[in-house]
């Protein structure tokens, strides 16, 4: 598809459980986002990817949270022993160039539940 | 980083022209003012943005004060379709070199009404 897309689109998992999130970014897009949208709340940025240069992890709230961007295409966010507080919608983003003047497109996010 | 300010929620009519502003005072001079509306259960779409000069595209106009400290988006014949969260945001830049971030809040919540 022409899209960002995300998988899966809903993730079920238990407390203390590890899960993998996907991104495929749109083709050729150089630059990744992932942000997280607790219910009712603002989304919330978690890491940003540009390029081959080191990514900005500034945003990632716990070392459990980490994030890899294989070959500058897909991603994979990785939750570690998951908490009921990483219940959120997790939102990927890509922009077909680094800098201050470039949109972002976003995919329809992956809904993870941690029961 | 520049900070926005958005009322929380606005209505209006089908077919009129909706205006949803924001205040972006601390803005600097090479920061871009970017628009993004979420309509509820999807993920954001972007809209528009601009740095100084107004913009219009398909969506929407961007209209910005000359000295920048506010901006104004207009949509200009509202449909239903055009109900969600509408966000301003002033990318800013990340921690390391080439890094920008949008920083999302909360935005306003636009109702469009048969």
């Known amino acids: 598809g022409a899209g960002v897309s995300q998988s899966p689109s809903n993730k079920v998992t238990e407390k203390g459980k590890d899960v993998e999130l996907r991104c495929d970014p749109i083709?050729?897009?150089?630059?990744l986002y992932w942000y997280r949208q607790s219910l009712g709340q603002g989304l919330e940025f978690l890491i940003y990817?540009?390029?081959?240069?080191?990514?900005?992890k500034s945003g990632l709230p716990s070392d459990r949270f980490s994030a890899e961007r294989t070959g500058g295409s897909v991603s994979t966010l990785t939750i570690q022993r998951t908490q009921q507080e990483d219940s959120a919608v997790y939102l990927c983003?890509?922009?077909?160039?680094?800098?201050?003047?470039?949109?972002?497109?976003f995919g329809q996010g992956t809904r993870l539940t941690v029961v | 980083d520049a900070k926005t300010t958005q009322p929380p929620s606005m209505d209006c009519a089908e077919g009129r022209a909706a205006n949803l502003p924001c205040n972006h005072s601390?803005?600097?001079?090479?920061?871009?003012v970017y628009w993004y509306r979420q309509i509820h259960s999807q993920g954001p779409q972007y809209i528009i943005h601009?740095?100084?000069n107004n913009e219009t595209n398909e969506m929407a106009s961007l209209i910005i004060t000359e000295d920048r400290k506010s901006s104004t988006l207009i949509l200009p014949h509202a449909t239903l379709r055009d109900t969600a969260v509408y966000y301003c945001?002033?990318?800013?830049?990340?921690?390391?070199?080439?890094?920008?971030?949008?920083?999302f809040g909360k935005g306003t919540k636009l109702s469009v009404i048969p």
């Open positions: 083709s050729g897009h150089t630059a």
């Open positions: 983003a890509s922009s077909p160039k680094t800098g201050r003047n470039t949109e972002a497109f």
């Open positions: 990817f540009q390029g081959n240069s080191a990514p900005d």
């Open positions: 601009g740095l100084k």
């Open positions: 945001i002033v990318l800013r830049s990340g921690s390391g070199a080439g890094s920008y971030q949008l920083t």
């Open positions: 601390t803005i600097s001079g090479n920061e871009y």
